[in-house]
């Protein structure tokens, strides 16, 4: 059975945190996105932090997916893996997605659609390779459904 989504939340892509700098050859932000560019050979995670609807009309709500919108510079730049936190909770772990290219927006569904109990994160794993290729990164939203 499909669900029924009641509020959908988005964070800018411009608001998001990188966890390790040093391992970036390049970071900006603008109206429109992040941009990182990795090191070559290095790994990475993007930080955002979704605004969370935790109770609603006196009921706590369910996430039932988060959503992406990103594109990569070459296929040596690479969004690996997608977790979901719920406070301190991995609710998601959503590994292995090796986007790259124009990826657009993407949805993950988060298994058993969990009730609410904090405020949700979502960590963007990126993977950047050694060939002599563009390694930028460019996530425009994040997302999460609710009901």
């Known amino acids: 059975m499909a669900a029924v989504h009641a509020h959908t939340m988005w964070v800018h892509g411009n608001s998001m945190q990188i966890e390790d700098v040093d391992a970036l050859a390049a970071l900006w932000r603008s109206g429109f ?3 990182v560019e990795g090191k070559p050979g290095s790994l990475n995670w993007l930080h955002a932090a979704v605004p969370t609807p935790a109770v609603v009309d006196g009921h706590r709500l369910h ?3 988060v959503m992406l919108t990103c594109r990569t510079m070459s296929a040596d730049a690479i969004v690996r893996d997608v977790h979901v936190y ?3 909770v991995k609710i998601g772990d959503i590994n292995d997605v090796n986007l790259s290219g124009d990826v657009g927006t993407v ?3 988060i298994p058993d659609h969990p ?3 904090s405020a949700i994160g979502i960590s963007i794993g990126l993977s950047f390779g050694s060939e002599p290729l563009a390694h930028g990164v ?3 939203a994040a997302g999460a459904e609710f009901a």
């Open 33 to 35: 996105c992040i941009y």
């Open 63 to 65: 996430i039932g997916a």
């Open 86 to 88: 719920d406070g301190d």
């Open 107 to 109: 949805c993950f569904e």
């Open 115 to 117: 009730e609410v109990q």
């Open 138 to 140: 460019s996530v425009t």
